[in-house]
């Protein structure tokens, strides 16, 4: 008889998405989808590729809920902490890019911050992974596609990855489960409204 239900392998297994396009919401979306995860139980890193300048709202917010799911986790296991809902700037901010313009320190910083992502993605012990703007570190060509797919390719099944940024890579968007492109239909920025806090940043 032809069931159409997916089988338990297939009904849950970690999954590629990309938050990209112009519109905003790349990085909000994928916050959101951190706290849903968060909200079940997972363990959750974010890791933001090129940011560092700014403080950003969600960096506290993170390290409250962090404290609070690991005071939780602690309450019921007795065990020591671990590490729940984490969020860390691996940038500089402002990145100028195009050739020798390039500042061989922001190159450095994406290097190691990818090797710090590879190694999280890897390693299984975090549910989630965000990489937020990472589509910018790779459209700079501070990063290689070819690299981050290969360490996709072989991430641990139950694993979820979320890549963030403009102009996703079509190598990213082919192996990715979910890629998502943000529409500008408007932004504030247009009117020359800057950048708001608990909005923006
Ligand atoms: P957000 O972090 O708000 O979800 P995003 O991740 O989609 O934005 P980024 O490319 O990371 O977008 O840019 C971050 C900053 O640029 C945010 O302050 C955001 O409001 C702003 N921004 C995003 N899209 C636009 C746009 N179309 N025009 C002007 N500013 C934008
Ligand atoms: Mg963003």
Known sequence: MLDSTPTPKAARRGLILINTGPGKGKTTAALGTALR???????????????????????????TLNTALEADAGGETG?????????????????????????????RMVEAAWAEAAAAILSGDWDLVVLDEINYAIGYKMLSPEAVAEVLRRKPEMVHVILTGRNAHPLLVELADTVTEMREVKHAYQRGILAQRGIEF
């Open 79 to 107: 065990s020591a902490p671990t590490q729940h809902f984490v969020i860390r700037q691996l940038g500089r901010g402002f990145v100028k890019v195009g050739g020798a313009q390039t500042d061989p320190e922001d190159i």
């Open 37 to 63: 995860a968060a909200g079940n139980g997972m363990r959750v890193l974010i890791l933001q590729f090129l940011k560092g300048s700014w403080h950003y709202g969600e960096l506290d917010a993170a390290a």
